[in-house]
Each structure stands twice: as structure tokens, then as C-alpha cells.
């Protein structure tokens, strides 16, 4: 059994991303997000005090899967977004970091 305590999740056109705190001040999220274009690269930018852009390979059934850590230097706490930057889907969410 696993528990998922308050996940964050947004969709659009089809596709999804949600993150899921792993630590328990969200230091680490799990994103995760299903309805990409299978064994393709999903763009996404994560942004907090910095904007960063990524890509993750989606696997043969669309789904995407990626750790994501707050580099804020000095900063102990803020508000992670993250946002799919693909052509067809662009599915965005947010979430505060650094506080219980």
C-alpha cells in the first residue's frame, strides 16, 4: 500500500503532471505526468527564485517520470512551478517547498 498525502495534479489537452512530496517539506518531489507522445522528449520548465528548462524521455505508453529539487542557493523555503513547454499540451502546476 502506498500513501500520497495531498499530491498536486493539473491536466490540459490530455495530458497530465503531478508532483508528489517525497520529503516532508517538499524538498523533493516526484513529477510524474501521463498523454505525452510515447519514447519522446518532453520540454518542461521548474522554476522557483531561478527558471530552469528540462527534458525527460517519455517511455512506449506516454508517461513521464523525474525527481525535482529546489536550487535556491540560500533559501530555505518558496514556490515551485512547474510547466510542461510542449506544442501540443501544456499542463502547469505549483507548489510550496521548505514549510510543513
Same mark, same amino acid.
Given at each position: 500500500? *502506498?500513501?500520497?498525502p495531498?499530491?498536486?495534479? =493539473?491536466?490540459?489537452?490530455?495530458?497530465?503532471?503531478s %508532483?508528489? +512530496?517525497?520529503?516532508?517539506?517538499?524538498?523533493? =518531489?516526484?513529477v510524474?505526468?501521463t498523454?505525452? %507522445?510515447?519514447n519522446?522528449?518532453v520540454?518542461? +520548465? %521548474?522554476?522557483?527564485e531561478?527558471?530552469?528548462?528540462? *527534458? *525527460? !524521455?517519455s517511455?512506449?505508453?506516454? +508517461?513521464? +517520470?523525474?525527481?525535482?529539487i529546489?536550487?535556491?542557493g540560500n533559501?530555505?523555503?518558496?514556490?515551485m512551478h512547474v510547466?510542461?513547454?510542449e %506544442?501540443?499540451?501544456?499542463?502547469?502546476?505549483?507548489?510550496?517547498?521548505g !514549510?510543513?
Amino acid at each position: 500500500m *502506498v500513501i500520497v498525502p495531498d499530491p498536486v495534479t =493539473a491536466k490540459d489537452k490530455g495530458c497530465t503532471i503531478s %508532483a508528489v +512530496r517525497l520529503t516532508s517539506k517538499f524538498e523533493l =518531489a516526484f513529477v510524474s505526468g501521463t498523454g505525452y %507522445a510515447p519514447n519522446t522528449d518532453v520540454h518542461y +520548465r %521548474a522554476s522557483s527564485e531561478t527558471t530552469e528548462d528540462h *527534458v *525527460v !524521455k517519455s517511455d512506449s505508453q506516454g +508517461r513521464i +517520470r523525474t525527481g525535482l529539487i529546489p536550487h535556491e542557493g540560500n533559501k530555505s523555503s518558496g514556490t515551485m512551478h512547474v510547466k510542461v513547454t510542449e %506544442a501540443t499540451c501544456s499542463p502547469e502546476i505549483s507548489y510550496e517547498w521548505g !514549510k510543513l
